[in-house]
């Protein structure tokens, strides 16, 4: 028997685009978003997240592609269905709750059906995201975190297929914001809904998302799980996005580059194109047994390097430390345990970890 077919995403784009004034906001975006799973579509202020969100919403109608909903095509080809009848729901950095309803009435202001069977919704919602009690509230009585939870029941209640969320926790401080969003995470698993997440962090795109697709000058630059988008990445930008990088330069000769750390391959890349190894500060590892005195020591994992540590910087858990490359002069930066703060003039030996260092042609 031949293979059964996967499962229809819950909401699909299919080679989404948009211009304004002539300019590319949006272009050829392609998403599949099952049910129950979170995307994040990460990427700098400006590259169209939150247009691509505007689209599915119904609030933009694409120039080109579509947008289906369980199959069902809601927006292309000159057609398009209206935001309310998309089963689309909607969170902001802005909870927009209304200040002359009680918190029963926010939760259950798009609800239908008879009385009771509203105040029950409402009762199950509210107790689900902790504030089972706080019907007779108005949105002054609450702290940010409390309105942030009764926009989320709110948005929930009408059990939309899909959630799309812009931003929704830059307002809430580092306190609460880890908490709250595994809280709403929890619910939105809980109803099946499919999650599409905007946000330009990368440290919330990895915490919450199922699927991370990053975008860059409107277009999706990478997509996959975040462990592959982290430790894969298609360039330069892609993985300096996600956290700090060293660039080491270097010229390819024979489909080898020399560097401070011995020999990267660089297979299929002509001689004579410089190339740039993309090494994270976590990945440059220190000999502290032997320091920088002695020999060259025996290579575990590459070849080791001696640097001169030029500053280090305590940062909680770690430090990290700069280091000029006797090789060439380069400076790399590496961070370690924050018990160890070296002093500047300080010679040491340093490894790397080939297997999470990236070979690109320079630009």
């Known amino acids: 028997m031949p293979d059964a077919a996967p499962p229809r995403a819950r909401l699909e784009i299919e080679g ?24 994040c ?11 691509t969100l505007r689209i599915i919403a119904g ?11 369980d199959g069902v095509e809601v927006a292309g080809r000159g057609h398009a269905v209206p935001p309310e009848a998309r089963s689309v729901g909607l969170m ?32 199950e919602l509210l107790e689900r995201v902790g504030l089972a009690g706080y019907q007779a509230k108005y949105p002054h009585m609450l702290s940010g975190g409390e309105q942030q939870r009764v ?8 059990r939309p297929k899909i959630m799309l969320m812009d931003e929704p926790f830059s307002g809430l401080d580092n306190r609460l914001r880890d908490g709250i969003r595994d809280e709403t995470l929890a619910v939105l ?9 905007v946000t330009h962090e990368p440290d919330e795109a990895m915490r919450m998302a199922d699927q991370i697709a990053l975008m860059r000058g409107g277009r999706i630059v990478q ?62 590892r220190i000999d502290f047994d032997r320091g920088g005195k002695g020999p060259r020591p025996t290579p575990t994992d590459g070849t080791p390097a001696r640097g001169v540590v030029q500053r280090a910087r305590f940062m909680g ?17 590496a961070t370690v345990p924050a018990v160890f703060l070296p002093k500047p003039g300080m010679a040491l030996w340093l490894s790397i970890r080939r297997d999470r260092c990236y070979v690109f042609p320079a630009r």
Do not use: W
């Open 59 to 69: 609030v933009e109608t694409p120039d080109a592609g579509r947008v289906l909903v």
């Open 189 to 197: 698993k809980d109803e099946g809904t499919a999650v599409l997440l």
């Open 151 to 158: 926009a989320l029941a709110r948005a929930v209640a009408p």
């Open 223 to 284: 997509q996959g799980a975040p462990y592959n988008v982290y430790n894969a990445p298609v360039d330069k930008a892609a993985a300096a996005f996600f956290s700090e990088i060293n660039v080491v330069q270097g010229v390819v000769r024979g489909a080898l580059t020399e560097t401070p750390f011995g020999h990267f391959l660089a297979p299929g890349v002509p001689d004579g194109q410089p190339v740039e190894i993309i090494i994270r500060p976590q990945h440059i």
């Open 317 to 333: 858990r770690e430090s990290l430390v700069e280091f000029r490359m006797d090789a060439d002069g380069s400076v790399l930066k």
């Open 16 to 39: 989404v685009s948009r211009s304004f004034d002539g300019r590319p906001v949006v272009s050829d975006v392609s998403l599949r978003v099952p049910a129950g799973a979170v995307t």
């Open 92 to 123: 902001f950095q802005d909870f927009a709750l209304f200040p002359h309803l009680t918190v029963e009435g926010n939760v259950g202001f798009g609800l239908t059906g008879d009385k009771a069977a509203k105040k029950a919704r409402v009762g």
């Open 41 to 51: 579509l990460l990427g700098p202020s400006g590259c169209g997240k939150s247009t």
